[in-house]
């Protein structure tokens, strides 16, 4: 009976989100999981405490330490399996209308990627920078490599459960990457860049 009134008290409770946009069913999971708090230093504050004798600098750099070595191994690429030059199909040249409507219809409510260019700026602006994005694009699609800072990323770590205890099991990462890396992307239907 328990199982039955619990099912359908959380499909009751989604049933509105079908239709509504991902951050009303973000507020709604961070409600139905209890972590309504804003300051996330104070999820951390059980890991301080309990492993790291209250010592966060440790507890940080040991976050740190976790985080890149989910990618430790991975090589990078060879840069010379790369041939130059690269004919490429006509499909997959961007047009600067393809870039003004991806720059047009960019999100102001996103925080900016490590490039620090403020997503409304790009969207408001479109029409000035459409060209100049259009041709790095281009560039970056005949050339098969990505703008170093393209390929950055700021990662937060954020807790899986409520009062995380392990870093390694209650921690996961989020990365923000730059609007236009992720048009780029886009673009390119997933293709690969060096």
């Known amino acids: 009976m328990g199982k039955t009134l619990r099912k359908r008290y959380y499909r009751a409770q989604v049933a509105d989100l079908r239709l509504s946009d991902s951050k009303a069913w973000w507020k709604k999971?961070?409600?139905f999981l209890g972590s309504t708090n804003s300051n996330p230093d104070s999820e951390f504050q059980n890991i301080a405490n309990n492993k790291y004798g209250g010592d966060r600098?440790?507890?940080?750099?040991?976050?740190?330490?976790?985080?890149?070595s989910v990618s430790d191994h991975l090589q990078p690429l060879d840069?010379?399996?790369?041939?130059?030059?690269?004919?490429?199909?006509?499909e997959y040249i961007v047009?600067?209308?393809?870039?003004?409507?991806?720059?047009?219809?960019?999100?102001?409510?996103?925080?900016?990627?490590?490039?620090?260019?403020?997503?409304?700026v790009l969207r408001d602006v479109f029409a000035i920078i459409a060209k100049p994005i259009c041709a790095i694009f281009n560039s970056s699609i005949r050339e098969g490599v990505m703008p170093l800072l393209w390929k950055s990323a700021n990662v937060t770590p954020i807790p899986k459960i409520r009062n995380p205890s392990d870093i390694e099991s209650d921690?996961?990462?989020?990365?923000?990457?730059?609007?236009?890396a992720k048009s780029l992307e886009s673009s390119m239907g997933g293709q690969n860049f060096v």
């Open 171 to 180: 921690i996961r990462p989020i990365s923000l990457t730059p609007v236009l």
């Open 95 to 120: 047009s600067v209308h393809e870039v003004e409507v991806k720059l047009s219809t960019t999100k102001t409510s996103k925080a900016p990627g490590p490039d620090q260019i403020p997503n409304w």
């Open 79 to 90: 840069r010379n399996c790369v041939k130059k030059p690269v004919t490429v199909p006509k």
């Open 57 to 68: 600098t440790k507890m940080i750099e040991d976050i740190n330490s976790f985080l890149q």
């Open 29 to 31: 999971t961070k409600s």
